[in-house]
């Protein structure tokens, strides 16, 4: 049941929202330098908002609150940005030259059974046996500990071989994984 309260409330929010969005969203822009993001990075401000609007309206200086919270999500989204295009250039760095004459049947088996594998372990297999990552990077890459990225990895190649039948090797499959990253790159 909807109450006067929360219809004054919504009421409430609708100016507020109406009020500060485009001032919001220009913050968030000039604090991203992403126009594309920054409506989008102001709209989540304002859903948090609106998920404490108790607190926002009582708040001294709701305006101000809105801003830190557009300032702490545009941190986030810049601090997402640098660790991703530090695992781009990781991975560019670490590139193999691409392979000759692929065994394509090969390849495409080895990505079926690849995108069979659940998330972490098909990462830790392909950077370290496509992108030829040491443990350390593998770990560094997914924010994981080097004994996460040991113990997926071999389950991975396990469950890896399995998927293929025993007929791979696993310098069989280590050689396709990184044909099929090699591959990729050409195609795309």
Known sequence: MRTVADDAASA???AFF?????????????????????????????????????????????????????????????????????????????????????????????????????FRKRACVVLRHAFDLSEKDTALALGVSVGTVKSQTSKGMAELQRRLGGREAARTVHAAIARTGSTAEGTG
């Open 12 to 14: 409430e929010f609708h």
């Open 18 to 118: 109406e009020r500060h969005y485009a001032e919001l969203a220009r913050l968030a822009h000039l604090l991203t330098g992403e126009r594309d993001s920054a409506d989008d990075l102001a709209a989540d401000a304002l859903l948090a908002l609106w998920n404490r609007w108790d607190r926002v309206r009582a708040a001294e200086h709701p305006v101000a609150y809105a801003r830190g919270v557009v300032a702490n999500l545009a941190r986030t989204r810049v601090r997402s940005a640098v660790r991703e295009r530090r695992r781009i250039a990781l991975f560019w760095s670490q590139r193999e030259e691409r392979a000759e004459n692929p065994d394509v049947p090969g390849v495409v088996d080895v990505q079926e059974a690849l995108r069979g594998l659940p």
